[in-house]
């Protein structure tokens, strides 16, 4: 059997005979040297952390491009160090899922040792302010979602949390963001050494969004020097980033190979908070971080494992390429359309003539005549690896269910952007996008909660599903209404920007979003029809 744990990984020769690649530095080393100079530290210990940063990072360790280690953080979920990190003495694995069936396994050894960011904690708490104010330390990064550098709620009021810890200054704070606050805070009383503070999450203007939480708190705790070095690019810089990995929920497809192997204690564990973690983690091969190079402190050569240095128009460029072209839009009008006629894996809808055309029309033809190219990455060559490697991964268990989350929040970046630059060109016309309207109808129609053979599903999270679905509530497969009637009835929806990005009506397109929609309405087996008219 084998263990994942410094004593189980004691026999090599036993791991490697079953195919895992292992860390090829010495470890006891790399953890004596970050204690001594921590250099790296990470907020958010979840998946896309361990298949990617942690990765770069064992890259850097095994080609001695690197002599430190990862500093992993969690202060969300502390059951994910105490049930996930610590009992494997902070190893994990990591599974390679490539397009063509074969699959890498990886033992990771790179995270130096894991934090709990606990303020009612002592002792770690303390330890992390050490850290935190050893001026070795040259870049902290992040993946806590967008929503962990929220200060405010939907309806715009300061957190509770944040509010209190707004009042009660930097001593002890409760709310995620304000801990990390208070940590740069303490970096800044030990003599404001330079740090940069790296937003990683996928979300547009990360850097800014994490500027913005630090600013807020250190005007209100309102001590002038911190508002200057948190104000000043040479002392704390908030580099932008555009990051790309899928990496689903551990699998259990990939648990069982594991156990096939040998290995023991695979069992992957719930915590109080409803989090999913397990010792391995699974993902995609390919991936992108493209990083404003802003590291005022200095920065380890991540080059050498991948990351793309560049500067912030240009990292700007790259997330508008795939955000609004060569991949979330096709990730969404598979989701739509997915959930519509049934699957329950993205590869699966990969192998539909129908739905590949539907995201090669979505991409090719409507997406790249408008694209922003950034320069540094082919928008057609990134196109080509989503369609052709990416999306149609048999071993990636990712499910349109997935994606449909939250869906009004994502149409006006993902297609809304795509429209208006057909608006604003002299050579193109905006009544020649035929695949974009489909999939706005299609959400719709998803909003319906039946599927094409006019069966119940349950919609995924969204936060307007309360406002939006009562348009379509009175709707009935089998009982179409003409399309003048539904423009009329969904003339509030049509009209939201804040959804569509446009408003559809004065855009020209709300006609051929309600045709498409009475077309689909026509009764079961309608949207598979639609599909193959496109």
């Excluded at 040792?113 to 001026?135: G, R, V, W």
């Excluded at 000043?232 to 069982?256: H, L």
């Excluded at 990416?390 to 990712?398: E, I």
């Excluded at 689909?520 to 309608?526: E, I, K, M, Q």
Aim: aromatic fraction near 8%; include cysteine.
């Amino acid at each position: 059997m084998l263990t994942l744990n410094e004593q189980g990984l004691a026999t090599r020769y036993e791991w490697e005979a079953k195919g895992y690649t292992l860390p090829k530095f010495d470890r006891v080393k790399m953890i004596e040297e970050t204690k001594k100079a921590p250099q790296w530290v990470h907020f958010g210990a979840g998946n896309i952390f361990r298949a990617f940063q942690c990765a770069a990072a064992q890259k850097m360790l095994n080609d001695g491009k690197m002599s430190t280690g990862i500093v992993a953080v969690e202060g969300f979920d502390y059951e994910i160090v105490e049930k996930g990190y610590r009992p494997n003495d902070n190893y994990s694995l990591f599974v390679t899922l490539k397009a063509d069936g074969s699959v890498e396994k990886t033992v990771i050894g790179s995270i130096a040792e894991s934090c709990i960011l606990d303020s009612e904690n002592e002792a770690e708490y303390s330890h992390l302010k050490d850290i935190f104010t050893n001026p070795s330390l040259q870049l902290v990064t992040f993946t806590i979602t967008e929503k962990g550098y929220s200060l405010v709620n939907a309806q715009g009021d300061t957190l509770p949390a944040v509010a209190a810890d707004f009042a009660a200054g930097p001593a002890k704070p409760q709310s995620y963001i304000g801990k990390v606050a208070s940590l740069l805070y303490a970096r800044y009383q030990a003599g404001g050494a330079p740090i940069a503070m790296v937003s990683t999450d996928n979300c547009s203007h990360n850097g800014e969004k994490l500027f913005a939480a630090m600013n807020a708190f250190a005007r209100k705790w309102g001590d002038p020097g911190f508002i200057a070095y948190v104000n000043d690019p040479a002392k704390v810089s908030f580099p932008w980033s555009m990051i790309d990995k899928i990496t689903p929920r551990p699998d259990a497809s990939v648990e069982d190979m594991l156990k096939a192997d040998g290995l023991q204690g695979l069992e992957p564990v719930v915590t109080s908070k409803k989090t999913y973690i397990a010792p391995f983690v699974n993902a995609e091969e390919s991936e992108y971080l493209v990083i404003e190079d802003d590291f005022p402190n200095g920065r380890p050569a991540l080059e050498h494992a991948g990351f793309i240095f560049t500067d912030r128009d240009t990292v700007n460029k790259v997330e508008r390429m795939k955000v609004c072209t060569c991949l979330n839009p096709l990730h969404t009008s598979l989701a739509v359309y997915g959930c519509l006629l049934g699957y329950t894996r993205i590869w699966q809808e990969m192998k539909d003539e129908d739905l590949v055309k539907l995201i090669q029309r979505v991409g090719y033809v409507e997406g790249l005549p408008v694209v922003t190219d950034p320069g540094v990455i082919n928008p057609k060559d990134f196109i080509d690896t989503v369609v052709n490697v990416r999306l149609p991964n048999p071993f990636m268990p990712d499910a349109p269910q997935r994606i449909a989350t939250d869906t009004s929040q994502k149409l006006a970046i993902r297609f809304g952007e795509t429209i208006k630059a057909y608006l604003a060109s002299d050579t193109l016309n905006v009544h020649d996008l035929k695949a974009i309207p489909l999939v706005l109808a299609g959400w719709l129609r998803y909003l319906m909660a039946i599927d094409d053979n006019g069966q119940p599903f349950e919609l995924s999270a969204d936060p307007l599903l309360d406002d939006v679905r009562p348009y379509v509530t009175d709707l009935r497969l089998g009982e179409p209404l003409p399309a003048a009637a539904l423009k009329t009835k969904l003339e509030g929806l049509l009209r939201n920007a804040a959804i569509f990005g446009v408003d559809l009506i004065d855009a020209g397109l709300a006609d051929l979003v309600c045709e498409n929609f009475s077309k689909l309405l026509t009764g079961p087996g309608a949207v598979r029809a639609a599909l193959k008219a496109l």
